[in-house]
Nanobody, 119 residues
Framework: QVQLVESGGGLVQPGGSLRLSCAASGNIFSPNTMGWSRQAPGKERELVATITSGGTTTYADSVKGRFTISRDNARDTVYLQMNSLKPEDTAVYYC?????????????WGQGTQVTVSS
C-alpha cells in the first residue's frame, strides 16, 4: 500500500501564491509519475501537472506559466508552486502517484487539500 499526505492549501487573494506539498510513503516503485489534479464544485476532476522520476513535466494549458511542479525523489515528495492565482483556481487539489508493478499499473491518491482564491 501507498499513502499520500497533502498539505499547504488555504485561502489566498487573487494574484497570490501557495505551495502545495505531498509526501508519499509505503511500497513505492520506481520509475513513477507523481502529479496534481483538482476538482471544483460541480466540475469534473482536471489534471493540473505531472512529473516523472526523471523530471519530465506536463502542465494543463490553464496553469502553464503560473504553476510549477517539482519533486524530491529522496523524500518521495512532490510540490506544486502556484503563483498568480485566480478565482477559477479554487478547487480541492489531489496528488497522486502512478507506477507499474509486476506489469500492473498502480494509482494512489491523497485525500485532497482545499485551495480557495478569493478577495
Amino acid at each position: 500500500q501507498v499513502q499520500l499526505v497533502e498539505s499547504g492549501g488555504g485561502l489566498v487573494q487573487p494574484g497570490g501564491s501557495l505551495r502545495l506539498s505531498c509526501a508519499a510513503s509505503g511500497n513505492i516503485f520506481s520509475p513513477n509519475t507523481m502529479g496534481w489534479s483538482r476538482q471544483a464544485p460541480g466540475k469534473e476532476r482536471e489534471l493540473v501537472a505531472t512529473i516523472t522520476s526523471g523530471g519530465t513535466t506536463t502542465y494543463a494549458d490553464s496553469v502553464k506559466g503560473r504553476f510549477t511542479i517539482s519533486r524530491d525523489n529522496a523524500r518521495d515528495t512532490v510540490y506544486l508552486q502556484m503563483n498568480s492565482l485566480k478565482p477559477e483556481d479554487t478547487a480541492v487539489y489531489y496528488c497522486n502517484i502512478r507506477f507499474r508493478m509486476a506489469g500492473v499499473q498502480n494509482d494512489y491518491w491523497g485525500q485532497g487539500t482545499q485551495v480557495t482564491v478569493s478577495s
